[in-house]
């Protein structure tokens, strides 16, 4: 059974930095490209980055791109989100998941962890 | 970007009903990569339908998607008491330019 595990969210100060972690299991890791997709409180759903599954080729939103570092380990079936400079307007929850086929990424994202909740307040 | 636009906002229906759901692209969605997904109070999101039209893996008959064009569309035949919930469309494909649609809310009338 495919199971993704977030974890690291938590309460931070604006400017303040903070890493995610995805464990994942019940699959090949290392195939699969793996994404972060977030959800503000009440809103909809953001993609925010992704990952190819060698590890090689990343992705990021507008919104993050600069601030935000997204890097897995495959011997450790882990996905990381490594988030700097942190804005009130990046709390939300935020989710891992992995694409639905094998391969650099179609961004199909069939399988969802239960998310981890960042908040940034003063 | 492609821009995704669902409607209504929100859908009031009963049990029993027959749920019909709108996603219109701002501009042509290659190989039908528009996916549907449900998401329940509290709950991660659920895919439900991948390539328009593919229903994934576990998912009840009565949901079923379709495409003309740039409109996509989700039914769900016959509603249950547990399919109220928010309807999420999303374009993805081999660029990572992934949006999803503002979303659905599916209320209880």
């Known amino acids: 059974e495919v199971q993704l595990l977030e974890s690291g969210g938590g309460l931070v100060q604006p400017g303040g930095s903070l890493r995610l972690t995805c464990a994942a299991s019940g699959f090949t890791f290392s195939r699969f490209a793996t994404t972060w997709v977030r959800q503000a409180p009440g809103k909809g759903l953001e993609w925010v980055s992704g990952?190819?599954?060698?590890?090689?080729?990343?992705y990021y939103a507008d919104s993050v791109k600069g601030r935000f570092t997204i890097s897995r380990d495959n011997s450790k079936n882990t996905l990381y989100l490594q988030m700097n400079s942190l804005r009130a307007e990046d709390t939300a929850v935020y989710y891992c998941?992995?694409?639905?086929?094998?391969?650099?990424?179609?961004?199909?994202?069939?399988?969802w962890g239960r998310g981890t909740l960042v908040t940034v307040s003063s | 970007e492609i821009v995704l636009t669902q409607s209504p906002g929100t859908l009031s229906l009963s049990p029993g009903d027959r749920a019909t759901l709108s996603c219109r692209a701002s501009?042509?969605?290659?190989?039908?990569?528009l996916a549907w997904f449900q998401q329940k109070s509290g709950q991660a999101p659920r895919l439900l339908i991948f390539g328009a039209s593919s229903r994934a893996t576990g998912i009840a008959d009565r949901f079923s998607g379709s495409a003309s064009g740039t409109d996509f569309t989700l039914t769900i035949s016959r509603l249950e008491p547990e399919d109220f919930a928010v309807y999420y469309c999303q374009q993805y494909g081999m660029s990572p330019e992934v949006t999803f649609g503002q979303g659905t809310r599916l209320d209880i009338k």
């Open positions: 990952i190819g599954g060698s590890g090689t080729d990343t």
């Open positions: 501009q042509s969605v290659s190989s039908s990569y």
């Open positions: 998941a992995k694409d639905q086929i094998s391969g650099d990424g179609i961004w199909l994202m069939s399988h």
